[in-house]
């Protein structure tokens, strides 16, 4: 049986043919004009997962980028602090020395070294209580002033400031003021409050220079620990640096097209799509017969 075509049947398939050939041209427009092989998840819905999944992965890699410099300013501030205390420490130290070795000294004499210390005392205290970002370095998680003017540290052991540079990696960014400078009655300020009150006395304070080099030596312990922390964080950043090439560069094969090729596809689909409808217009003339079939 020989099954009978119309003309309609025939413009109706043809249509049909040039309006997926339309759809297909539009789509390489719009690949070669945005340079993105995926617009709408129905282009690729596979792709498009994929592509979620990495964007989530960069949305992490970035927040991990923001706190490992957070973390980077954190850790500068706490070592150029560190470094200034110990730099005061020494000179208070050498105040020492000087009063311990001068012998009989007068009254103005003393008053001058006491001065001294006194300011370089505050000084050190001023720097203990550094902060970043408005929080103290050397307290914890406390926002207060990491030391009281007595040498009481107002931070809680064990609650650090941690920054997060992976799902499964952390770096502590502060620095444990206790540690550092000791609290009340062991800090280093009453230790030098004692050694004040010592020189005012005339008081022999000889024996004071073996505290003073075991609190310096308590800084340069806990500035090494930072140190070391710094070089961490340091390292961690480059690799997220270069997580983030990798990730762009992995989302960029997912949801770009080769621009050369998209430009040659269009133009082949363009070219294509123009013959069939040449051939479509000259297979089915349009006139009024065509729909009295």
């Not at 409808?277 to 000259?282: A, D, N």
Request: hydrophobic share 40%.
């Amino acid at each position: 049986m020989i099954t009978r075509v119309t003309s309609t049947q025939l413009l109706t398939d043809s249509s049909r043919t040039l309006q997926a050939a339309m759809a297909r041209l539009s789509t390489l427009q719009t690949q070669a004009s945005t340079g993105l092989r995926i617009s709408v998840p129905s282009d690729d819905p596979a792709g498009t997962g994929a592509s979620i999944q990495v964007r989530g992965q960069q949305a992490n890699n970035a927040q991990y980028q923001r706190n490992a410099t957070d973390g980077l300013g954190w850790l500068s501030v706490t070592d150029s602090a560190l470094t200034q205390a110990t730099s005061t420490l020494q000179s208070f130290r050498n105040l020492v020395l000087q009063a311990a070795n001068a012998g009989t000294m007068s009254a103005t004499s003393r008053g001058a070294i006491v001065a001294q210390m006194q300011g370089l005392r505050d000084d050190l205290l001023s720097t203990a209580n550094t902060r970043y970002n408005g929080r103290s370095v050397f307290a914890g998680t406390s926002d207060a002033d990491a030391f009281s003017a007595d040498g009481t540290w107002s931070g809680t052991a064990g609650a650090t400031v941690e920054r997060r540079i992976a799902d499964d990696a952390t770096i502590t960014v502060d620095a444990d003021g206790s540690a550092a400078f000791g609290s009340g009655t062991t800090s280093i300020f009453a230790s030098l409050d004692s050694i004040i009150s010592d020189v005012q006395n005339g008081t022999d304070v000889q024996p004071a220079i073996a505290t003073l080099d075991q609190g310096i030596q308590s800084v340069l312990t806990v500035q090494a620990v930072n140190g070391s922390r710094y070089s961490q964080m340091q390292r961690a950043q480059n690799a997220l640096g270069t997580q983030s090439d990798a990730l762009t560069a992995q989302r960029s094969s997912i949801e770009d097209v080769d621009t050369v090729k998209a430009l040659v596809d269009l133009q082949s689909q363009n070219v294509a799509y123009q013959a069939a409808l040449q051939v479509t217009s000259k297979a089915l003339p349009m006139s009024l017969l065509s729909f009295l079939d």
